[in-house]
């Protein structure tokens, strides 16, 4: 089975603070996609990647940027969290033609 | 870009009865369907996907249909059970690199009851 994996579960940060969120697959895949959660907003993009050093803006990317130096890592960067970013973040891998894996998700709070 | 709708955004159902899920999309280059599960406290996970060349797709008690003319595509769970209750979520994409990225529904929350 294909494994995503997100490094915190759970991550409480500071107005004004630079937050990184990581995400790691294991099974080459070429895509890899950051999502937030919201109730009620479903699953909207913010960034994905569909090969190293290469990125594309989703539907809400302000405030926000991306990594993606290696083929298996692609890093969610809050350059200055605030408060509305306080939310599930999801990050998503997949091959061509195939639906994604996602992984377990981190839940930010930015106090 | 591709603007992807489900409604209702609730349904309860009474267990053992079939339960449908629909979803409307825009653009009529998209040509994958998947739809997701999402139970609470847990990531979403693909249950089952349609392509645009195939107007229908069993797997055990789940199926999706597609309709192309009319851009929408349905989810049917048949003979529903409680842990069937969940969020379901469909998306729709339209191909290959920078096109592969999907794009969400709201997701429909599913409670069968007891």
């Known amino acids: 089975d294909v494994k995503v994996t997100q490094s915190s579960r759970y991550l409480v940060k500071r107005t004004g603070e630079k937050v990184f969120l990581e995400c790691v697959q294991d099974?080459?895949?070429?895509?890899m996609f950051w999502y937030r959660q919201d109730p009620g907003l479903g699953l909207r993009l913010i960034y994905f990647s569909y090969d190293v050093k290469m990125k594309e803006k989703g539907d809400i990317p302000e405030g926000y940027s991306v990594s993606r130096e290696k083929k298996e890592r692609f890093s969610l960067i809050l350059e200055s969290a605030s408060t509305n970013q306080t939310s599930m973040y999801l990050c998503?891998?997949?091959?061509?033609?195939?639906?994604?894996?996602f992984g377990s998700g981190t839940r930010l709070t930015v106090v | 870009g591709e603007n992807v709708e489900q409604h209702p955004s609730t349904l309860s159902v009474q267990e053992g009865d079939s339960a449908v899920i629909k979803c409307t999309y825009s653009d009529s280059a998209s040509n994958y369907f998947p739809w997701y599960k999402q139970e609470l406290g847990k990531r979403p996970q693909l249950i089952i996907d349609i392509r645009s060349n195939v107007g229908e797709k069993k797997d055990q008690r789940i199926a999706v249909t597609l309709n192309k003319t009319a851009k929408h595509f349905s989810l049917h769970i048949t003979e529903t059970q409680p842990e069937d209750s969940a969020v379901y979520f469909c998306?729709?994409?339209?191909?290959?690199?920078?096109?592969?990225?999907?794009?969400f529904g709201k997701g429909i929350t599913l409670s069968v009851r007891p």
């Open positions: 998306a729709a994409s339209k191909g290959a690199g920078a096109n592969s990225k999907l794009t």
């Open positions: 099974m080459d895949h070429e895509n």
């Open positions: 998503a891998s997949h091959l061509q033609g195939r639906g994604y894996t």
